[in-house]
């Protein structure tokens, strides 16, 4: 597939950058370079690969004279970072880099609270902390969060981050006993999922949501329905 031809080009681009370029292994074009590998092996799914090459990238960027651990692009692949130790199921790793990540990105005077890429830091921490357990703290922090996409100028109520938002939303107030509520919220998303030129009824965001749908009506007692 396209990911798996951009792997090609990425690692032949790296290769090219390497030692004996007029770059070398240490020049920001070569972290970003590396960074975007580690992002297309996140997609094909190889996350314990992607997870040694971006904690690589990270602490290169840290020790670089002209980025440091509070340049966006450390922040960006520590968010990265924070996601592959969720897919690989080391949630307890993953919180405090999150945690960090969305602090540091608050405080960067080119993002800022609003800015769409700590938005998408702010979905990510519910979903940590709800795979530890703690969906009692998850939930205020994704309500805030779909508030704020839902009102965000570049995103709004029908784009695809506010329905991921809101998909998580959803499954959190599930995991608390509040299923009406929950389905109603995911029988949205599903519909806008299915509705939208980028996803479709047959796309697996789409899927996921209508898997969701019937998990709730099941655990509502209404089988007929799931």
Same mark, same amino acid.
């Given at each position: 597939?396209?990911?798996?031809e951009s792997l *090609?080009?990425v690692q032949?681009?790296?290769?090219?950058?390497?030692?004996?370029s007029?770059?070398?292994?240490? *020049?920001?074009?070569?972290?970003?370079?590396?960074?975007?590998?580690?992002?297309v092996?996140?997609?094909l799914?190889?996350f314990s690969?992607?997870?040694?090459?971006?904690?690589d990238?990270?602490?290169k960027r840290?020790?670089h004279?002209?980025l440091?651990?509070? *340049?966006?692009?450390?922040?960006?692949a520590?968010h990265?970072q924070?996601h592959?130790l969720?897919?690989?199921d080391?949630?307890a790793?993953? $919180?405090?880099i999150?945690?960090?990540?969305?602090?540091?990105g608050e405080l960067?005077?080119a993002?800022?609270?609003?800015h769409?890429?700590?938005?998408?830091?702010?979905?990510?921490?519910?979903?940590? $902390?709800?795979?530890?357990g703690?969906?009692?703290?998850?939930?205020?922090?994704?309500e805030?969060?779909v508030?704020?996409?839902?009102?965000h100028?570049?995103?709004?109520?029908d784009h695809l981050?506010?329905?991921?938002c809101?998909?998580?939303?959803?499954?959190?107030?599930n995991?608390l006993?509040?299923?009406a509520?929950?389905?109603?919220?995911?029988?949205?998303v599903?519909?806008?999922?299915?509705?939208h030129?980028?996803?479709?009824a047959?796309?697996?965001?789409?899927?996921?949501?209508r898997?969701?749908?019937?998990?709730?009506?099941?655990?509502?007692?209404r089988l007929?329905?799931?």
């Open positions: 597939g396209l990911a798996r *090609h080009v032949d681009l790296i290769g090219k950058c390497g030692i004996g007029a770059w070398g292994p240490g *020049h920001a074009s070569t972290l970003a370079a590396r960074q975007l590998q580690a992002e092996l996140s997609d799914g190889h690969q992607a997870l040694v090459i971006v904690e990238v990270i602490t840290e020790a004279e002209s440091g651990a509070a *340049h966006v692009s450390t922040i960006e520590r990265l924070a592959l969720h897919f690989l080391r949630d790793d993953a $919180l405090p999150i945690r960090e990540v969305v602090k540091q960067t005077p993002w800022g609270p609003s769409a890429q700590i938005l998408v830091g702010y979905h990510s921490l519910p979903n940590i $902390l709800k795979g530890l703690r969906a009692a703290e998850a939930l205020p922090i994704i805030a969060t508030a704020k996409a839902t009102a100028a570049e995103w709004g109520a981050e506010t329905l991921s809101r998909h998580l939303q959803a499954m959190v107030l995991e006993g509040r299923a509520q929950a389905l109603a919220i995911i029988e949205d599903a519909a806008k999922m299915a509705a030129p980028a996803r479709g047959n796309h697996a965001g789409t899927l996921a949501s898997q969701v749908t019937a998990s709730i009506l099941v655990d509502l007692g007929d329905e799931a």
